[in-house]
């Protein structure tokens, strides 16, 4: 079956650390670019960043840039999302997204594949 999966989700703590991984299986993610999107309860799923083939990231939003880091490793065929300082706002059910091709699409591009995204809630 192809698909995209996260994993890494969970509860966390304010001011907190964590890794969500995404990894694909029935194709090779490395050839992808790959995404994260968030959605906050009663609010639309919102794009974070995007990493290219070749490791470039690109930013759907300034509003994690200095707490979210995007990364992949193409030989584990991983993409992670680490996130640092975490804020109860920052709960939301997180989603990894996958086009074939060189470079981040935009936002509400054609994406190929969707994960069933993984909860995190950040509170004490």
């Known amino acids: 079956q192809l698909q995209v999966v996260e994993s890494g989700g969970g509860l966390v703590q304010p001011g907190g650390s964590m890794r969500l991984t995404c990894t694909s299986s029935?194709?090779?993610?490395?050839?992808?670019?790959v995404a994260w999107f968030r959605q906050v309860p009663g609010k639309e799923r919102a794009g974070i960043q995007c990493?290219?083939?070749?490791?470039?990231?690109?930013y759907y939003t300034d509003a994690h840039r200095e707490r979210f880091t995007i990364s992949r490793d193409n030989a584990a065929n991983e993409v992670y999302l680490l996130m640092l300082r975490l804020k109860p706002e920052d709960t939301a059910n997180y989603y990894c997204?996958?086009?074939?091709?060189?470079?981040?699409?935009?936002?509400?591009?054609?994406?190929?594949?969707w994960g069933q995204g993984a909860q995190v809630t950040v509170s004490a």
């Open positions: 990493i290219e083939r070749r490791h470039n990231a690109r």
């Open positions: 029935g194709f090779n993610l490395g050839f992808y670019a």
């Open positions: 997204a996958a086009m074939a091709g060189e470079n981040c699409p935009t936002e509400d591009g054609n994406w190929e594949y």
